[in-house]
């Protein structure tokens, strides 16, 4: 049993977006109850937010829960998230894990943990003996900018993906709740807030009555507060021009970025994928956006290796990839998720074909990322300081260095050169 009065907890987080607002409401649950943040080799509880996206995260997972009992043999380790739901007996047998928490009680996974007495609350706040509670604020696990989840689990049916499995189908956080939790985070004193889910463009389909991603996006747009919105990954079916056109429109309450994955330029691969759209409809969704914002920066993310890929279909990559307007790439390398639908199709590319695909593409994106911020230079762009206050983020996702003077989390004006 461990007491929150002298509690230390670290918290380490794998994957996407989605863990990573996880994890940072699971901060905000210890630091208000008095616990204090400290390095995974200090720390009386550690929590390991798993991801399972590829065999590469889940042995990610694993290495980092060894190593962790290892260097710090006296922490009690509890492991959620993906990986942790997809195969909670591989998990819990690892050493040091104390508690596993599936993803249907991850945000609940302190409250679970105080009720089964593996930690104690202190009964008193802010004044006396008692943990004083601290509310998150910038900074805090160096994070500048709070991504808050909106939206979890996914009714696709991609053919690669497990995700859905362990995330269950779509539902999404109403709009009043998102509201009041964008308001704690600019009291709390943040400027930019990424909105994260699993499926966001589905965001509000299973509200009664039924919303949108857009009505979302329009309420958060009118909020008399000094925050920007960054839209996280949206599938490219629904980057709807509603959401462009709002983008555009919101006088820089909303960035000019997105995320768009198109996993593939062959026609053939996106149907045995299952994904709902051809190369030429997200040729034309990026053009459109382009123009219609110039400055935007448009991520992607491929698949390397997929099974059946042949010389042809990964030949469509080198011919649309380098002449795109994505400004930069994620490259996946193909691995087979037991349980899905891909892991039993034929015509298995071996994996050094896959290593030497993956570099192709990873070289076409370093090219892709040279030529975007070639265009930007000398454009004037608004950012958000980081770390130490000597780098910026842009709104459209550049990195620049400037010189020393100013905190993290200031509003700058930067020149791009």
């Known amino acids: 049993m461990l007491d929150n009065k002298a509690l230390k907890y670290s918290i380490v987080t794998f994957g996407c977006r989605v863990n990573q607002a996880d994890s940072l409401r699971l901060e905000e649950e210890l ?17 390991v937010n798993t991801c399972s996206v590829t065999a590469t995260a ?10 962790i009992a290892r260097e710090n043999p006296s922490a009690r ?65 160096g994070r500048t900018a709070f991504t808050l989840r909106v939206q979890t689990g996914c009714d696709e049916r991609c053919s690669y993906c497990i995700i859905p499995s362990t995330r269950g189908l779509g539902r999404s956080v109403p709009i009043a709740h998102v509201v009041n939790d964008v308001r704690r985070v600019a009291d709390a004193g943040f400027k930019e807030v990424a909105l994260a889910g699993v499926h966001l463009g589905s965001y509000g389909r299973d509200l009664d009555p039924r919303q949108s991603l857009v009505d979302l996006l329009r309420a958060l747009g009118e909020l008399p507060l000094d925050l920007t919105f960054r839209v996280s990954s949206l599938e490219p079916m629904d980057c709807t021009p ?39 409809y997200y040729r034309r969704m990026v053009g459109g ?8 920066s448009i991520g992607s993310d491929v ?67 040279r030529t975007f911020r070639d265009r930007q230079r000398g454009t004037v762009r608004p950012g958000l300081t980081l770390e130490d206050g000597t780098l910026v983020v842009t709104d459209n996702y550049l990195k620049v260095r400037i010189p020393p003077g100013r905190r993290r989390n200031e509003r700058v004006r930067v020149t791009v050169d």
Do not use: W
């Open 242 to 280: 509603a959401i462009v056109d709002l983008v555009a429109q919101s006088g820089g309450h909303f960035a000019p970025h997105l995320h768009l994955p198109l996993q593939h330029a062959s026609d053939r691969m996106l149907a045995l994928m299952r994904r709902p759209y051809t190369l030429d």
């Open 303 to 369: 698949i390397a290796g997929f099974p059946g890929e042949s010389d042809d279909d990964f030949a469509c990559n080198l011919a649309y990839l380098p002449a795109s307007r994505l400004s930069h790439l994620h490259v996946f390398p193909y691995s087979d998720r037991p349980g899905t639908v891909a892991s039993a199709l034929p015509g298995k590319v071996e994996a050094p074909v896959i290593r030497e695909r993956g570099a192709q593409i990873r070289s076409i994106g370093a090219e892709l990322a």
């Open 77 to 141: 380790i509890v492991a959620t998230g993906c990986y942790a739901t997809r195969r909670p007996g591989d998990v819990a047998a690892l050493p040091g894990v104390v508690r596993l928490v599936t993803n249907d009680d991850k945000l609940r996974t302190i409250e679970l943990l105080e009720q089964t007495g593996e930690i104690t609350t202190s009964a008193r706040f802010g004044e006396g003996d008692g943990a004083c509670g601290a509310a998150i604020e910038p900074g805090v696990a």
């Open 58 to 67: 889940d042995q990610g997972a694993r290495q980092t829960i060894r190593r």
């Open 289 to 296: 956006i382009v123009d219609r914002l110039p400055h935007a």
């Open 31 to 47: 630091r208000a109850r008095g616990a204090t943040e400290a390095a995974v080799a200090d720390a009386d509880l550690v929590i």
